[in-house]
């Protein structure tokens, strides 16, 4: 994949040349799926905002380092993670949120020619049943099939085996196919687009 690439450019510029610019194109290119991700726990986008610029601080104060670090995505997903947990954990003076205590925002972007003929009724049924899937599905469909992360990464940034992930992955895809018309899934491409393999 060509982000994993570019993250990967991004990764040794900055922990090789101490790279400002770099860090900044890497800001620049996970902040907004980090932000949805961390807005996922903390219900406040000014939070998320801060938890994710947070999150790049941490990055930068181990620079050094991350020549050893595999996958800088997962990574910075982790980190993030933490901090979104820590920050409820401290706002709501409560035990750390459960998966099923998470209510994920839904973002579904039109990209392409194809996508754009896909009618606003249709875009808006998708969005329906993804807002309608338990809160475990929906996490995992957006960390998957909206931020790109393969079953392994999104596996280790939930504690979740891989299995777990393949099958809530399979049950949101299920649940959203069957929450659309048969005539609108083929014409969504539904299997093509979100499939599982």
């Given amino acids: ?5 570019i993250i990967k450019e ?21 902040f907004n799926g980090l932000h949805r991700f961390s807005y996922s726990v903390v219900r406040s986008r000014e939070a998320a905002e801060e938890i994710v610029s947070d999150a790049f601080i941490k990055l930068w104060q181990v620079r050094g380092g991350l020549e050893k670090v595999d996958n800088l995505k ?3 997903y982790v980190i993030t993670k933490n901090l979104s ?3 409820h954990a401290r706002t709501a003076k409560k035990q750390l949120v459960q998966l099923d205590q998470i209510d994920v ?14 009618s606003n009724e249709i875009i808006n049924k998708v969005r329906q049943a993804v807002c309608q899937l338990p ?3 929906r996490i995992i469909f957006q960390l998957v099939k909206e931020d790109g992360l393969k079953y392994k990464e999104v596996a280790g940034i939930l504690n979740l085996s891989v299995l777990t992930v393949r099958n809530q992955l399979a049950i949101a895809i299920k649940k959203i196919s069957e929450a659309l018309p048969l005539q609108y899934r083929s ?8 499939s599982t393999s």
């Avoid at 994949?1 to 690439?5: G, L, S, T, V």
């Fill in 1 to 5: 994949m060509q982000q994993e690439r």
């Fill in 10 to 30: 991004l990764q040794l510029r900055i922990a090789l040349y101490e790279d400002v610019k770099a860090y900044s194109e890497l800001y620049l290119l996970l």
């Fill in 74 to 76: 997962v990574y910075l």
């Fill in 85 to 87: 947990l820590n920050y």
């Fill in 105 to 118: 925002e839904t973002i579904i972007e039109v990209k392409s020619p194809e996508d754009i003929y896909i």
């Fill in 135 to 137: 809160p475990q599905c």
């Fill in 187 to 194: 014409l969504l491409h539904f299997h093509d687009r979100f």
